[in-house]
């Protein structure tokens, strides 16, 4: 069964300082990845993918992430945070060839001035 | 449009009434999505249109739930008989993926629609 895993349901950080938001996959087949954020009333936008080729994507809003094959994760990092970074990032996985998106459950980021 | 829009915003029903629910995805998008969002909860999938494939409709809860996607563009959403459990925000996207040889193409969300089952 293809699934996605966010382990911390909330990350507290502090402006300026970097930021970690994990995600682990499971899935049969070739992945590609994605990162999504929801902004308080407001719907899921895109942040960046994983489809095949370099390692490290780098996205939208400063946010980059890197796919780890043989630990078969895409955390999502940016070097220096931002208050207005505070929201909700879902990950989601794709198996080639297949069109359904699994997502994870979600992990809210605090950024503290 | 630019987006993709979904009405109404806000739904209040009572317990056992039937609610529709509307999407209409970014023109040209043959790929199109529910999902419900529960409070506090991920993204569950709810049903999946593809062209003029038949949909998967494996992550609908129940047969009170329903879908349709008429002409390959405009989806409606279905919930017969609703009850409190079905109290969420329910989420609709479109992509413009093919299925075979397909690459990640991201999906694209509408604002969603906030129903409350009183």
């Known amino acids: 069964a293809q699934s996605v895993a966010q382990p911390e349901d909330q990350v507290n950080v502090a402006e300026g300082n970097p930021l970690t938001v994990k995600c682990t996959y499971s899935?049969?087949?070739?992945?590609?990845l994605f990162w999504y954020v929801q902004y308080p009333n407001r719907g899921l936008q895109f942040l960046l993918k994983?489809?095949?080729?370099?390692?490290l994507v780098k996205g939208s809003y400063g946010f980059e992430a890197e796919f780890n094959k043989s630990q078969t994760s895409f955390h999502l990092k940016k070097p220096s945070a931002l208050v207005s970074d505070s929201a909700l990032y879902f990950c989601?996985?794709?198996?080639?060839?297949?069109?359904?998106?699994?997502f994870g459950s979600g992990t809210k980021l605090n950024v503290k001035p | 449009g630019a987006g993709v829009s979904q009405s109404p915003s806000n739904k209040v029903t009572e317990k056992g009434k039937d609610v529709e629910l509307r999407c209409d995805p970014i023109?040209?998008?043959?790929?199109l999505y529910w999902y419900r969002q529960s409070l506090g909860q991920g993204l569950e999938f709810l049903i999946y249109?593809?062209?003029?494939?038949?949909?998967?409709k494996s992550g609908l809860p129940s047969d009170r739930f329903s879908a349709e996607r008429t002409g390959g563009s405009v989806s409606t959403l279905t919930i017969q008989r609703t009850q409190q459990e079905d109290s969420a925000v329910y989420l609709c996207?479109?992509?413009?993926?093919?299925?075979?040889?397909?690459?990640?193409?991201?999906?694209?969300f509408g604002p969603g629609t906030r129903l409350t089952v009183l």
């Open positions: 996207a479109s992509s413009s993926s093919q299925l075979a040889g397909s690459r990640g193409d991201e999906q694209f």
């Open positions: 899935v049969s087949g070739n992945p590609y």
């Open positions: 994983y489809i095949t080729g370099d390692n």
């Open positions: 989601a996985v794709r198996v080639h060839n297949f069109n359904k998106f699994y």
């Open positions: 023109s040209g998008h043959t790929a």
């Open positions: 249109f593809q062209g003029n494939s038949a949909p998967d």
